[in-house]
């Protein structure tokens, strides 16, 4: 039999601590047999989200419906104006998942948003990290997704320039490189340091591989940027689940690399990996077949 081929797997890949906290909570209250809501999926993983659903928990898109029990609010935050109005409810537990790395990207804009200033905010414009971070500057922020964008861009006077915390540096600085040279600005790095650590692993092993499968929701921010940076460097796939490999992926391919999103949960990314071992070690197989066909004929 010939040797396998190896399935290099990113040692960043997978839940960050923010996600770990946040399911971790999820899974705490429901040990105590509680009723528990969140508003909004807790995270960007369907799978996950489907596995906490089974178990009990309820996604709510408003507190209005329910009477009792605890809510759990989201990683990526929620709007000011939501929190206020949970804060008045009297009858609600309230347990906050937000991740202290989006807590402290909401608190600069909050603090900001107490000067005659505008606030620029580098990410996605739909994106409910982004919509929450624009609650907490009360008219005065302005969602630049692209360099494009910023060129676009007609303000006046000094801007400051906060980060959705899953965004790409190199996007970030190419934003702020623009702006730079019409306004005076005042920058706030607010990527985490999980997503940093995650692009550069993953590009890294892109690098050497010649196809990188990445692992995520399609929902999810961070792990759509992991896929673009890898597809930079090589031939790169974003999936959700087993299923959607495709042994055609796999002709001539002698390495590969494996990422995942900080969403995606280790269940996942083993049956991934067990799935590519699979594929890859049947194609030897053949390969093999083939050889001893040829030598058979000739
Ligand atoms: S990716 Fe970063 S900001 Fe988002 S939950 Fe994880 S640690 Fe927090």
Redesign the pocket.
């Known amino acids: 039999m010939g040797k396998s081929i190896e399935v290099k797997t990113d040692v960043n890949a997978g839940f960050?601590?923010?996600?770990k906290r946040a399911i971790a909570l999820v899974e705490k209250i429901l040990n105590e047999k509680a009723k528990v809501y969140t508003l909004g999926p807790i995270i960007h993983n369907p799978q996950e989200v489907k596995r906490l659903k089974e178990k009990g928990v309820k996604i709510l898109n408003d507190i209005d419906c329910v009477k009792s029990g605890y809510i759990i609010l989201r990683?990526?935050g929620i709007s000011l104006e939501l929190r206020n109005k949970l804060e008045k409810n009297k009858t609600l537990y309230i347990i906050d998942a937000t991740?202290p790395?989006?807590k402290k990207a909401q608190d600069i804009i909050k603090n900001l948003n107490l000067q005659e200033t505008t606030i620029v905010i580098v990410g996605e414009n739909s994106h409910p990290e982004v919509e929450a971070l624009v609650s907490y500057g009360a008219g005065k922020c302005v969602v630049i997704e692209n360099p494009m964008e910023a060129l676009e861009f007609k303000g006046m006077g000094e801007l400051n320039i906060v980060s959705q915390?899953?965004q790409i540096p190199q996007n970030f600085n190419a934003i702020v490189k623009i702006l730079k040279k019409q306004f005076k600005v005042n920058i706030y790095n607010t990527i985490?340091k999980?997503?940093l650590e995650r692009q550069e692993s993953a590009k890294k092993l892109a690098k050497k591989v010649d196809l990188m499968i990445v692992v995520g929701g399609r929902n999810s921010g961070?792990t759509t940027r992991l896929a673009e940076i890898c597809k930079t460097q090589t031939k790169t796939y974003h999936i959700e689940t087993i299923d959607k490999l495709d042994d055609k992926w796999f002709n001539n391919i002698k390495t590969v690399g494996l990422t995942a999103g900080?969403s995606t949960p280790d269940n996942i990314i083993k049956s991934v990996q067990n799935k590519l071992r699979e594929i890859l070690q049947k194609r030897i197989l053949q390969r093999e077949e083939n050889k001893n066909l040829d030598k058979t004929i000739f």
């Not at 960050?16 to 996600?19: A, D, T």
């Open positions: 960050c601590f923010g996600v990683t990526h991740c790395f989006v915390t899953t985490c999980a997503t961070n900080a």
